[in-house]
């Protein structure tokens, strides 16, 4: 049986207004944040191609420094010579997590996933689109640490991401907005109103 033209074919989304509303929200968290995170990370990058040019601005005495630098590999400069590869899987981690924003029914996943979406996409409009040519692009990194590799707002926004979808999944919130249910009740799913 075919609904209404946007009518959901959820049986439960129609019964339960507040499910659907709490859908709604959480989407829009979603790209509110991932907007948010990819502009940030854009808009310093750019900051960075500018000012940091004549040389490297310490900020916390040696503890932290702004420090101009190009990577086409991964975390701690490895694969230098595979950036193709990491351009095609952050094309896919994209993907998937577009694909995974439809089923959102907790601001805490929406926050996790809109935050992975903007580091990610970051990133990866730098392979994309920088130097020294499209899909094998560097990407602009200008934090320093002592003893860390140089990272970018990205970088934060994708380790912030992995640290609120592991709390989610300690939770036992699902990206939907149910909890986990405890073995004792049989494998049914509850609903928790409150879940985030």
């Known amino acids: 049986m075919q609904a209404a033209r946007g009518a959901s ?5 129609q019964a339960d207004p507040e499910r659907v509303r709490r859908r709604i929200d959480a989407r829009l968290v979603f790209a509110a944040v991932a907007l948010v995170a990819y502009a940030a990370d854009l808009g310093t990058k750019q900051w960075a191609l500018s000012a940091l040019t004549d040389g490297d601005v310490p900020l916390i005495g040696d503890w932290f420094t702004l420090h101009l630098t190009f990577n086409p590999g ?9 950036t193709i590869v990491f351009t095609c899987l952050a094309m ?27 580091g990610v996409s970051g990133n990866l409009t730098d392979r994309i689109f920088r130097e020294p040519e499209p899909f094998h692009g560097h990407v602009v990194d200008f934090l320093m640490l002592p003893s860390w590799p140089v990272f970018n707002i990205a970088d934060v926004c994708i380790n912030i991401a992995a640290g609120v979808i592991i709390l989610q ?7 939907d907005g149910t909890r986990e249910s405890h073995p004792a009740a049989d494998g049914v799913r509850e609903q928790d109103p409150g879940a985030a």
Do not use: H, K, Y
Request: aromatic share 10%; proline share 2%; hydrophobic share 50%.
């Open 92 to 118: 896919v981690a994209v993907v998937v997590v577009l694909w995974l924003s439809r089923r959102l029914g907790s601001t805490g996943w929406a926050l996790g996933l809109g935050v992975l979406l903007g």
């Open 74 to 82: 991964a975390a701690f400069s490895t694969g230098t010579g595979f």
């Open 9 to 13: 074919l959820n049986p439960s989304d």
């Open 169 to 175: 999944t300690f939770r036992g919130i699902r990206i």
